[in-house]
């Protein structure tokens, strides 16, 4: 069969009558700190077609895309990697595996009838652009928003007969959301609205110049005692067809095998998995130990290596066995405080991965002064950092030169990025007002 496939999480298979190509293949593990797990079941013959694929391309570092567990299955692929700045995950991966780094908007020939170009952006993500025989074209964005390409990429989705758009679309509990105002309260996240999420793959559809949509890089769950609650804000599957309008095309079923030469689809059948609590304890997290003095200063030292959190953040508070801990940046008003327990937290600052906590759900975050943490603390510290290696303010400059040079539409889709930036830290992210501002954005650019 010449054609593909999704299963999983986020995971595309493509075959050119065997298994040439896999995405972000998360087949075995739990990613953040067990934080999650998988929503549906992955048959045996999908495992095996992920396993048996000459190559494997990964968007970005998150576990849920690039888990650890699953890479034992791949040490006779060779390893496709976007050229992000700062190689982190080329060089992480190159150590261990045959690896090749993908020059972004440049055309890689993966088999006789498959071709793939990629596109790394400024937020550490990177999108995938898939050509099967020349008429079919898989436009894989999974977690990212094209920063920098947007205007390049859908005008190469436009010429093809048949368009995919593979793209994280859910009620969003995909990031930090177990907020609490200054009060202790929880903040009730915009995903307890339970949007139906069909219309917003019709406008997907249209801004993406797409015939075909199907739900992706979506289907994962709580799996901890302290994330469990974050169950009630994940999309179903079933849900993502609620209120779609077809006028752009078709919205295909999230787990299916489409064949190019036939020019149809199957689905494949996957079982529900009922989760079970699990103790934080069983990851290493016992919530009575308490920071150490090295803990302390390994905190200190990570905290103050960012150049760009003082212009915004006077201080940052950690309460780790019901003990606080402060780190002062500036005089500023805003801070934050972050109540989680030491080893996945130490673990997360020792490796630099502190999209990891943020993402799990089962740190507790209190916003003081500030509305969200987007966009002066989550992409400087997880993103440009964390992930790009850029700390200092000088560090941050050549960081963004060199997106300025290799991004085609950088200066378009940062005034969007900027616009967006500037209205969520005046206005909660969970509003009506900032839901729709976000609609007519993504209408006019």
């Given at each position: ?261 036939k020019k149809d689809y199957k689905r494949i059948k996957v079982s529900k998995i009922i989760p079970n609590k699990i103790d934080p304890e069983e990851f290493g997290d016992n919530y009575s130990d308490q920071l150490t003095k090295k803990d302390k200063e390994k905190l200190s030292l990570y905290f103050e290596s960012f150049g760009a959190l003082p212009d915004h953040f006077g201080s940052i508070v950690f309460s780790v066995g019901k003990e606080d801990f402060g780190i002062k940046l500036s005089d500023k008003k805003a801070s934050l405080r972050f109540e989680a327990p030491r080893y996945s937290l130490i673990t997360s600052i020792e490796n630099q991965i502190f999209d990891d906590m943020l993402i799990g759900n089962f740190m507790k975050t209190t916003l003081i002064g500030c509305k969200s943490l987007h966009p002066n603390f989550t992409p400087p510290v997880a993103k440009y950092a964390d992930n790009g290696l ?56």
């Amino acid at each position: 069969m010449i054609g593909f496939e999704t299963i999983g999480n986020a995971t595309l298979t493509v075959f050119d009558n065997k298994p040439v190509l896999s995405t972000d293949p998360w087949i075995e593990g739990k990613p953040y700190f067990g934080s999650w797990g998988h929503a549906y079941s992955i048959p045996e013959d999908q495992i095996n077609n992920i396993k048996a694929s000459k190559y494997i391309w990964l968007s970005h570092g998150h576990p849920d895309h690039a888990d650890r567990a699953s890479y034992v299955h791949f040490e006779g692929s060779t390893l496709l990697i976007p050229e992000h700045y700062g190689d982190r995950m080329f060089n992480y991966f190159n150590e261990h595996f045959d690896c090749i780094k993908l020059i972004s908007n440049k055309w890689f020939q993966v088999s006789n009838n498959v071709r793939i170009k990629s596109f790394a952006d400024w937020n550490q993500d990177a999108s995938l652009l898939v050509d099967i025989m020349g008429k079919d074209l898989i436009a894989n964005i999974n977690d990212g928003n094209t920063r920098g390409w947007s205007k390049t990429v859908r005008n190469i989705i436009k010429n093809y007969e048949n368009k995919f758009l593979l793209i994280s679309n859910n009620w969003g509990d995909a990031d930090m959301i177990n907020l609490y105002d200054e009060d202790g309260s929880f903040i009730l996240p915009h995903a307890a609205k339970k949007d139906p999420i069909g219309a917003s793959y019709t406008r997907l559809m249209k801004n993406f110049n797409c015939n075909y949509a199907i739900p992706f890089s979506s289907f994962h769950q709580y799996l901890r005692k302290d994330s469990f609650h974050i169950n009630q804000f994940s999309t179903p599957a079933e849900m993502h067809h609620e209120n779609f309008n077809d006028i752009y095309g078709e919205l295909l079923p999230a787990f299916m095998t489409w064949d190019s030469e036939k020019k149809d689809y199957k689905r494949i059948k996957v079982s529900k998995i009922i989760p079970n609590k699990i103790d934080p304890e069983e990851f290493g997290d016992n919530y009575s130990d308490q920071l150490t003095k090295k803990d302390k200063e390994k905190l200190s030292l990570y905290f103050e290596s960012f150049g760009a959190l003082p212009d915004h953040f006077g201080s940052i508070v950690f309460s780790v066995g019901k003990e606080d801990f402060g780190i002062k940046l500036s005089d500023k008003k805003a801070s934050l405080r972050f109540e989680a327990p030491r080893y996945s937290l130490i673990t997360s600052i020792e490796n630099q991965i502190f999209d990891d906590m943020l993402i799990g759900n089962f740190m507790k975050t209190t916003l003081i002064g500030c509305k969200s943490l987007h966009p002066n603390f989550t992409p400087p510290v997880a993103k440009y950092a964390d992930n790009g290696l850029a700390k200092t303010k000088s560090d941050l400059s050549k960081y963004f030169d060199y997106y300025k040079l290799n991004s085609a539409d950088y200066w378009r889709d940062m005034l969007k990025f900027r616009t967006e930036g500037i209205i969520r830290s005046f206005i909660s992210p969970q509003s009506d007002f900032f839901k729709f501002g976000k609609s007519i954005k993504q209408k006019f650019f």
